[in-house]
């Protein structure tokens, strides 16, 4: 059976390498390519969009596809809102790798200073009142919201180098998790920093600077997650997913 993951994630990675090798199973891992270096799943991989519903539905078809799996970011929604209308167009079952929150999970803010905010807009808007030297962790696709805030400081860590505007007063860190809490501790105590933003991605990857904020004694801004496709099959990681795809090929 052909199995296409749509990844760039180290949960779609992970799943990759527990699938790779199994017999009767055919894995294809799709990157979006919006990352310039990836690190590259085992099995066959392509990057690039579809082109919407109509094209990844098409795709499912040409290429036999008996089981999508949707292993994207928490925050790549339009993918996920594609993918299961295509799954459904195409009559193609469909489970989803959602890893939890931090906002979910309760014993990530104990004690902390938490806020949320519906959108990078909106956390830009409330930043003021928050602190003046942020450490941004948005991603590279988001610094553009954060633009106007005059009179702050940032600190702008991402992968790759950010796209669009930046804030008139910017300091740009290249560098990819995992992050380890003795470095996101140092990294608050150099710069000063009095407030953290980052998107509700969870994982434990980059979990570290909310523990770090929290010995600090600075606010952080929790950007929410967009609203995900309802009727999916969902697991919280790889290894449930490969599980359940293990169980599903019986």
């Known amino acids: 059976m052909h199995v296409l993951i749509l990844g760039g994630t180290t949960e779609a990675r992970r799943l990759a390498e527990l699938l790779h090798g199994t017999p009767g199973l055919r894995l294809t891992s799709s990157l979006a390519g919006r990352v310039a270096a990836p690190r590259l799943p085992p099995g066959e991989v392509r990057v690039g969009g579809f082109g919407g519903v109509q094209g990844l539905a098409g795709w499912l078809r040409e290429h036999r596809v008996g089981l999508l799996i949707d292993a994207t970011h928490p925050f790549a929604g339009t993918i996920s809102l594609h993918a299961a209308e295509a799954a459904a167009t195409a009559h193609v079952p469909l489970l989803a790798i959602r890893r939890p929150g931090w906002v979910d999970a309760e014993r990530a803010g104990e004690g902390g200073d938490w806020h949320t905010a519906g959108s990078l807009e909106e956390a830009a808007a ?122 599903y090929l019986r």
């Open 126 to 247: 409330m930043l003021p009142g928050l602190g003046s030297r942020v450490f941004l962790t948005t991603g590279r696709m988001g610094v553009a919201a954060f633009a106007g805030c005059d009179g702050l400081w940032f600190l702008v860590r991402s992968v790759d180098p950010p796209e669009g505007a930046l804030p008139a007063r910017a300091e740009v860190l290249l560098d990819r998790g995992p992050f380890t809490l003795e470095g996101e501790r140092e990294l608050i105590a150099r710069h000063r920093v009095d407030v953290l933003v980052t998107k509700d991605s969870g994982g434990a990857a980059t979990a570290p600077k909310l523990t770090a904020a929290r010995e600090a004694g600075i606010p952080v801004l929790l950007v929410r997650r967009p609203r995900a496709p309802e009727g999916v099959v969902e697991v919280p990681g790889a290894e449930e997913g490969a599980r359940w795809v293990r169980g």
